[in-house]
């Protein structure tokens, strides 16, 4: 078994596009588990910038099988953009696969995603508005469309016809927006069908296959650990398992399979949307993050809120993923600064909390304590060994290492492959 899962250890947005892309050179299968096109990864391979937020960021490797699996919830319209993108860039993508259970995207989850933030107003929950929660909703309320059901156009008419008994009342009723035919929406996804289909596959058995053979499976998470439906900072989350258990259920493997498990995290954290996030700048050093680090959404474009540090919330993505690995990006964007801050834990109501506090009055109003520790004031993209970096960054990194308790295993220095120090990282161990 060579498993190695992939997660991102804050709100998203961490560069785990460009650390998958990195290490999927030693892979022989990487695997997109949860999660849609809500997803934005940015690529930055052979000279080539790709921006995906579907097909796995494994993509650019000949000998690579790309999978989509079980657990995520697919738009086949996005989805077949994002192939023809890639092919006209050059690449092939006839080696995807898409597993038979994953769930279909269908043009009222969309509608709905964005009538219910329009109705919440003020208490919007800022999602990508592309359909991911009402997707997860009808799989979980049993009213889903699954890929496999693209299969067999008598199938796809009876349940398109069963949901929208339920969905064209909302739309109208509770909405007042346009509601559908089964022809309307049978004419659009067939066609879709039509491409799909020769990428169907038994996704779940490819990989225990594969697995069995001693192959190298990395499975891809989307989002991160705050956003994920039972661990994340819950209503402001997405609708999937973005911590490591969701590779499990959402590619169809056994925890045996899984060796290592790596989180991916910001030097400094960031969090497009809506909800709490104790270490949020709003004053010129979160703008300067916000400017240096690009700090604009893949799939939205929404400007990312920046903040220092939060090592409690990684500490508590070690425990819920259970992390062997830890990865840091983006420590370059830090250079200009005097002093960095990095919070430790929490105070609230004169207590202070080491952890990830359980209820949410408390996280919601959690002030940070921090310690402060110099700055660097050089530039470090040129740096690709550890003992490169000026004593500061060092020390910096050290300081995280210490308080997630686990190794800094690869550090990033800048947006492209190269720019990176692998401190201790040996792919195959
Ligand atoms: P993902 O969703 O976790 O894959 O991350 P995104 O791709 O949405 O956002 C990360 C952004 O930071 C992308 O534009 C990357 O090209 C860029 N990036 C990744 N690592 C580094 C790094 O070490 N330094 C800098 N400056 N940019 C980085
Ligand atoms: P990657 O994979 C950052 C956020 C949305 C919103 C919440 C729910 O690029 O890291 P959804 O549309 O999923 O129902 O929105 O989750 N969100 C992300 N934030 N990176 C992402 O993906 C995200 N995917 C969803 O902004 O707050
Ligand atoms: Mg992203």
Not at 242 to 262: F, S, Y
Not at 348 to 359: D, F, M, T, V, W
Not at 367 to 391: Q, V
Request: net charge negative; hydrophobic share 35%.
């Amino acid at each position: 078994m060579a498993g190695i899962v992939l997660v991102g250890a804050q709100w998203g947005d961490e560069g785990k596009g460009k650390i998958t892309d990195l290490i999927a050179d030693d892979m022989d299968y990487v695997v997109r588990f949860q999660g849609g096109n809500n997803a934005g990864h940015t690529v930055i391979h052979g000279g080539r910038t790709l921006k995906l937020h579907l097909i796995p960021s494994g993509i650019m490797y000949p000998h690579i099988t790309p999978v989509i699996g079980n657990g995520c919830v697919i738009d086949p319209k996005v989805l077949l953009e994002e192939v023809d993108r890639i092919e006209a860039d050059g690449l092939s993508t006839h080696r995807l696969q898409i597993s038979c259970n994953a769930h279909v995207i269908m043009p009222y989850h969309k509608d709905l995603d964005g009538a219910s933030e329009r109705r919440l107003g003020k208490l919007e929950i800022g999602t990508t508005r592309r359909g991911i929660g009402p997707a997860y909703q009808d799989k979980s309320s049993r009213m889903g469309l699954r890929i496999q059901d693209l299969q067999d156009e008598h199938i796809f008419r009876k349940k398109v016809e069963a949901a929208l008994v339920e969905k064209n009342d909302i739309l109208e009723k509770i909405y007042g927006l346009p509601t559908y035919t089964v022809d309307q929406i049978a004419d659009e996804y067939l066609e879709y069908a039509e491409r799909i289909k020769p990428m169907i596959a038994d996704t779940s058995q490819m990989i225990n296959k594969a697995l069995g053979a001693d192959q190298w499976v990395l499975f891809e998470g989307a989002q991160g650990t705050l956003l994920d439906i039972d661990h994340g900072t819950y209503p402001f989350v997405t609708s999937s398992s973005p911590t490591a258990g969701g590779a499990c259920t959402g590619a169809g493997v056994g925890p045996k399979a899984i060796d290592r498990v790596l989180g991916i995290a910001k030097a400094y954290i960031t969090r497009v949307g809506s909800g709490p996030f104790p270490t949020e700048l709003h004053d010129e050093t979160g703008e300067m993050l916000t400017q240096i680090g690009g700090e604009f959404g893949t799939t939205t474009g929404r400007q990312r809120r920046c903040g220092w540090y939060d090592a409690v919330i990684v500490k508590y993505t070690v425990q819920v993923s259970g992390l062997t690995d830890l990865v840091l990006t983006k420590l370059d964007v830090l250079s200009e600064l005097d002093t960095i801050k990095v919070c430790v834990a929490y105070e609230y109501e004169g207590h202070r909390y080491n952890n990830l506090p359980c209820h949410q009055t408390v996280f919601h109003h959690a002030k940070p304590i921090y310690e402060e520790l110099p700055g660097w004031k050089t530039d470090i993209t040129g740096c690709r060994h550890f003992e490169d970096l000026p004593k500061e960054a060092r020390d910096y990194v050290q300081f995280i290492e210490d308080l997630a308790e686990v190794p800094v295993s690869m550090i990033a220095v800048g947006p492209s492959r190269e720019q990176t120090i692998m401190r201790r990282w040996d792919p195959r161990p």
